[in-house]
T-cell receptor
């Protein structure tokens, strides 16, 4: 399968714990995006990378959230001191440069439940 | 403030008939609008897009119409098929400034009835 993959698919944690999610984009896609989706809402943009550079961060990305893409391939999203309001589906997407319509290819998501 | 509005949370259409999904927006600074389709337990998949300089784009059974004066776009699916049952999101891609994240509406759940 050559699509975007995310790991884990599900994560249950207790409030106050740290969690880390991984995203593997489609090979050779140099742009990588993180979104968050809560019940009844559409995906909300969090941040994006071009290669290893983090170029844009949403105001939704509080200081408890950090994202990295150290080698310009896979990316990790860490949430520190999780809160119940962090419960959501975390989606990763990727695309190559040059798609002028900004078509992004999404992974299946990681569903986070904070107890 | 919600910049992309999909005012119908759900829509039920009979198989073979036309499905029309609507989207209103407030920000005129966009390059493209995109439609995504989402099945349960899967990520959204791209369906069709339209450039800000066009008023129509067609791809097989799917046609998107853009009315810039009304700040409204619609997705037409004809004929509707059972596999079209899913949640549909419209999203816009902002123009310029290095902004690259998509802004999504809340989605419309389309149900195709046999």
């Amino acid at each position: 399968d050559t699509g975007v993959s995310q790991d884990p698919r599900h994560k249950i944690t207790k409030r106050g714990q740290n969690v880390t999610f991984r995203c593997d984009p489609i090979s050779e896609h140099n742009r990588l995006y993180w979104y968050r989706q809560t019940l009844g809402q559409g995906p909300e943009f969090l941040t994006y990378f071009q290669n290893e550079a983090q170029l844009e961060k949403s105001r939704l990305l509080s200081d408890r959230f950090s994202a990295e893409r150290p080698k310009g391939s896979f990316s990790t999203l860490e949430i520190q001191r999780t809160e119940q309001g962090d419960s959501a589906m975390y989606l990763c997407a990727s695309r190559p440069s040059g798609h002028e319509n900004n078509e992004q290819f999404f992974g299946p998501g990681t569903r986070l439940t904070v107890l | 403030d919600q910049q992309v509005k999909q005012n119908s949370p759900s829509l039920s259409v009979q198989e073979g008939r036309i499905s029309i999904l609507n989207c209103d927006y407030t920000n005129s600074m966009f390059d493209y609008f995109l439609w995504y389709k989402k099945y349960p337990a899967e990520g959204p998949t791209f369906l069709i897009s339209i450039s800000s300089i066009k008023d129509k784009n067609e791809d097989g059974r799917f046609t998107v119409f853009l009315n810039k004066s009304a700040k409204h776009l619609s997705l037409h699916i004809v004929p509707s098929q059972p596999g079209d049952s899913a949640v549909y999101f419209c999203a816009y891609s902002r123009a310029g400034g290095g902004a690259d994240g998509l802004t999504f509406g809340k989605g419309t759940h389309l149900i195709i009835q046999p």
